[in-house]
């Protein structure tokens, strides 16, 4: 894990205020159902990114580093969207580097992480 995702907290709990408030009077359903989406939707991504990393389709790697990174930090879920920034990064020119594999056990274990925060949330 780098250094930025050891020092980002786990959770934002800001971020989850923030969708509260836009989605007003409906703001504590809206949260319970993008939590339990991310949850959901967030599995599947790292079902296929781990297929993608095994056949070597780094591409793919990539297009859903970015895709988990917008969507972790929405949620305020800081150092999945580090981890998925730092994979993105690294696998942007479509091909594995020395540190691919790491940087995918890394997104991993910050989703891991965040589930029962996702799960008190959903």
């Given at each position: 894990m780098s250094s930025e995702n050891q020092e980002s907290p786990l959770f934002d709990p800001a971020a989850i205020e923030k969708l509260r408030a836009v989605a007003g009077d409906q703001g504590e359903a809206f949260v319970k159902e993008m939590a339990a989406l991310f949850l959901e939707e967030t599995a599947k991504s790292l079902t296929?990114?781990?297929?993608?990393?095994d056949q070597g389709e780094w591409r793919m790697v990539s297009r859903t580093a970015h895709s988990l990174k917008s969507s972790a930090a929405t949620l305020g879920f800081l150092r999945l969207s580090a981890a998925c920034k730092a994979l993105e990064l690294d696998t942007k020119a479509?091909?594995?580097t020395p540190r691919s594999r790491a940087l995918i056990d890394s997104v991993?274990?910050?989703f891991e992480?965040?589930?029962p925060t996702l799960k008190t949330l959903s």
């Open positions: 296929e990114l781990t297929k993608a990393r479509e091909k594995e991993l274990e910050q992480a965040s589930k």
